[in-house]
T-cell receptor, first 110, second 113 residues
Framework: QKEVEQDPGPLSVPEGAIVSLNCTYS??????FMWYRQYSRKGPELLMY????GNKEDGRFTAQVDKSSKYISLFIRDSQPSDSATYLC??????????FGAGTRLFVKA | GAGVSQSPSNKVTEKGKDVELRCDPI?????LYWYRQSLGQGLEFLIY????????KSGLPSDRFSAERTGGSVSTLTIQRTQQEDSAVYLC???????????FGPGTRLTVL
């Protein structure tokens, strides 16, 4: 079993929809949770960074962490075609080692 | 300012040849990471450099893989006697002092024929 599980998709939604992206994990020692966005032929870029359980909002993006269920989510409101990308969840115990999910491919149709 | 740069952007090589991949981190960043990204597999950690400390090589998949970082800046990932299973995108990232945020380069797409 992988430490971090993420549905690879693809997920296709119409413009303006609310998108929900999710990851589950098995190691309860993870404390830091991140979401990266990766456009085709580019490196990942950090979207959201959260510590422990709770919600964090940044513009149209909301990151949610539920440590009791070992489940994290990224919500995108009013999705745009420019949001079409691969979204990777990532998590850390502390230290430097980051464990990434496989990524979910998202397509937002105009 | 300039981001992380990697070269070459694409590399096609024949099985058994050696390849060198280069990473120029953001100036002032002390941490440098190499990852491998295969289709549908996510990012696989390879090696981590932090300042002048000994690198963490625990992610290198075999002794055909090695990396060095000269002068605390530029890093080179070397793959000897390449195999077809080495085909992937190799990503480099750097982090500023005392921060976890990783800034990624665009990657080198390696194809081993």
């Amino acid at each position: 079993q992988k430490e971090v599980e993420q549905d690879p998709g693809p997920l296709s939604v119409p413009e303006g929809a609310i998108v929900s992206l999710n990851c589950t994990y098995s190691n309860s020692a993870f404390q830091y949770f991140m979401w990266y966005r990766q456009y085709s032929r580019k490196g990942p870029e950090l979207l959201m960074y959260t510590y422990s359980s709770g919600n964090k909002e940044d513009g149209r993006f909301t990151a949610q962490v539920d440590k009791s269920s070992k489940y994290i989510s990224l919500f995108i409101r009013d999705s745009q075609p420019s949001d079409s990308a691969t979204y990777l969840c990532a998590m850390m115990r502390g230290g430097f080692k980051t464990i990434f999910g496989a990524g979910t491919r998202l397509f937002v149709k105009a | 300012g300039a981001g992380v740069s990697q070269s070459p952007s694409n590399k096609v090589t024949e099985k058994g040849k050696d390849v060198e991949l280069r990473c120029d981190p953001i100036s002032g960043h002390t941490a440098l990471y190499w990852y491998r990204q295969s289709l549908g597999q996510g990012l696989e950690f390879l090696i981590y450099f932090q300042g002048n400390s000994a690198p963490d090589k625990s992610g290198l998949p075999s002794d055909r893989f090695s990396a060095e970082r000269t002068g605390g800046s530029v890093s080179t990932l070397t793959i000897q006697r390449t195999q077809q299973e080495d085909s992937a995108v190799y990503l480099c990232a750097s982090s500023p002092p005392r921060e976890d945020t990783q800034y990624f380069g665009p990657g080198t797409r390696l194809t081993v024929l």
